[in-house]
């Protein structure tokens, strides 16, 4: 129970970085969806080597590819923190390369796919590995911030254990339904 109330001590002083952090992330996926047929080429680009990342996962096994998607999320959300030493900036960068290359993904199927269809290609695991992406850059944000407050071991700390008690699980959650369940939804 301690830790719950310590957990949601948390969450509440990362509001302003999550609030930063979701504008972000909304507002390069607009920056990606818009941009996508104005530079046909960085689109393309985009998509080719995201399906050359692609291809050989989805080669492997369920199991695989399940582990293989929890790591690399994992790592990211992990890197957000361990790098927003670097006062903040690293996470950032995250949030909008994952933003934008979901802003361009949505244009880019926006022929192929119905609105509804990609959302449900995305929403199931989306719900949790969002939040995850963001919180985790708020994280690394406030982990930056503590370097100019001199508090710094204090808030890598509480950043760290956060990250394994809660975020870790909720990427594994998410790592789960992206594989087994919405995989379903599709077809």
Do not use: W
Request: proline share 4%; charged share 15%.
């Amino acid at each position: 129970m301690r830790f719950i109330k310590k957990a949601k001590r948390y969450i509440f002083s990362l509001r302003y970085y999550i609030l930063f952090s979701s504008v972000v992330f909304l507002g390069s996926i607009l920056i990606g969806y818009f941009n996508a047929p104005n530079d046909q080429g960085l689109t393309d680009e985009t998509l080719e080597t995201l399906s050359e990342m692609i291809k050989p996962i989805l080669d492997m096994s369920p199991a695989g590819q399940f582990l293989v998607v929890f790591l690399k999320n994992a790592f990211a959300g992990l890197l957000a923190i361990l790098l927003g030493a670097a006062f903040g900036i690293f996470p950032i960068i995250i949030l909008f390369l994952n933003g934008s290359l979901l802003g361009i993904l949505a244009s880019a199927l926006k022929e192929t796919l119905s609105f509804s269809d990609f959302l449900l290609g995305i929403l199931p695991h989306g719900i949790l590995e969002i939040p995850f992406l963001i919180i985790a850059a708020s994280c690394g944000m406030k982990v930056g911030r503590s370097l100019t407050k001199g508090d710094f071991k204090k808030e890598f700390t509480s950043a760290l254990v956060f990250f394994l008690k809660i975020l870790l699980p909720i990427v594994f959650l998410a790592a789960l339904i992206e594989i087994f369940i919405t995989p379903k939804f599709l077809s």
